[in-house]
C-alpha cells in the first residue's frame, strides 16, 4: 500500500530512519548500476559514526538503546554522620548526550577500469546535522571536492541542523544539494512537504552527459517492499520537529483520505 503522502513520508523520520537509509542506498544503486555501465561501476560505503543524540530523543531515533537514568538531583541521598553539614545544591542542571554508534551508508560512482571515485552521493541522517557528525560531514566534502569528485547531498531529515548557510538558501523541510567536481557554486533543490521528491542529476567524469536519479520512485519502492504501513501509526503526531499548523492540518487530510482508500 503507498504512504499516504505524494513527496516524503514525514513518519519515516523517527524509528524507521535507520531502515529507511540503508533502503535507500541500496534503492539508488539498483537505479543507477545500469545507466552508468560499462564504464562504471556503482558500490556502496560503510562506515560507523558516533551520534551524540539528546537523552529525549533516544526513544525516537534509536529505541533499541538502553539507558540507565540516574535519580533526579531532588532524590539524591544525602549521607549523615554526627557530623552533618548543609550540602549546597547544584544551581544548574545540564542535559547530557547519549554516545550511540550509527552505522551509514553512502552510494559511489567509480570509474570501472581503475576503480577510481568519480560521485558520492550522502544520504544524510540526522547524526550528520548535529555535532561532532556536521563537521565530520563538512569535512568529507571539502576532502572530495580537492580530489576532483562530484558531490550530491540529499536531506530527507527535517530534524538537526543544515549543512549548508541558511541565509543562502530557501527555507524548505528538505533539501538536495550538488557541487560538480572544479565547480564554484552548488546547485540546489529546496524540497517542499507538498511536493514530489526530484529527479536529481547524477554527473560523471566529462564528456559523459548526467545520469537521472529518481528519489520519489526509489522511497515510494522501499515504503512499499518493507510494508512500513504495517508498522507506522498515522493517527499519531509525526517524529519531531513539530510541523506548521498549516502543514498539520493538510497532513491529517491526508491520513484521512489514506485510511478511506484502506
Not at 516524503?8 to 535507500?24: R, T
Amino acid at each position: 500500500m503507498p504512504s499516504p503522502f505524494i513527496g516524503m513520508d514525514p513518519y519515516l523520520e523517527g524509528y524507521l530512519w535507520a531502515d529507511v537509509h540503508q533502503a535507500l542506498a541500496y534503492q539508488f544503486r539498483k537505479q543507477l548500476a545500469p545507466l552508468v555501465e560499462p564504464h562504471y561501476a556503482v558500490r556502496l560505503a560503510v562506515f560507523m559514526l558516533t551520534d551524540h543524540a539528546p537523552a529525549h530523543e533516544l526513544g525516537i531515533l534509536y529505541p533499541d538503546v538502553e539507558v540507565v537514568r540516574p535519580r533526579r538531583p531532588t532524590e539524591r541521598a544525602i549521607r549523615e554522620t554526627v557530623h552533618a553539614v548543609a550540602i549546597s545544591p547544584a544551581p544548574v542542571s545540564i542535559p547530557l548526550t547519549v554516545p550511540v554508534q550509527v552505522r551509514l551508508v553512502s552510494v559511489e560512482v567509480r570509474d570501472a577500469a581503475n576503480n577510481r571515485l568519480v560521485t558520492s552521493i550522502e544520504i544524510l541522517s540526522p547524526a550528520n546535522k548535529r555535532e561532532p557528525g556536521l563537521s565530520n560531514l563538512q569535512a568529507k566534502r571539502d576532502q572530495l571536492r580537492m580530489s576532483d569528485v562530484h558531490v550530491l547531498e540529499i536531506d530527507l531529515i527535517r530534524r538537526g541542523m543544515r549543512t549548508w548557510p541558511t541565509d543562502s538558501i530557501p527555507p524548505s523541510p528538505y533539501l538536495a544539494t550538488l557541487v560538480r567536481a572544479g565547480h564554484a557554486h552548488a546547485e540546489i533543490w529546496p524540497i517542499g512537504l507538498r511536493e514530489r521528491l526530484p529527479i536529481l542529476p547524477v554527473p560523471l567524469r566529462s564528456p559523459d552527459p548526467d545520469v537521472p536519479l529518481d528519489v520519489q520512485t526509489a522511497l515510494d519502492t522501499i515504503y512499499d517492499e518493507a510494508r512500513y504501513a504495517l508498522t507506522i501509526n498515522y493517527a499519531e503526531t509525526p517524529p519531531e520537529p513539530p510541523l506548521p499548523d498549516n502543514d498539520t492540518a493538510w497532513l491529517a487530510d491526508c491520513v484521512q483520505t489514506w485510511n478511506q482508500a484502506a
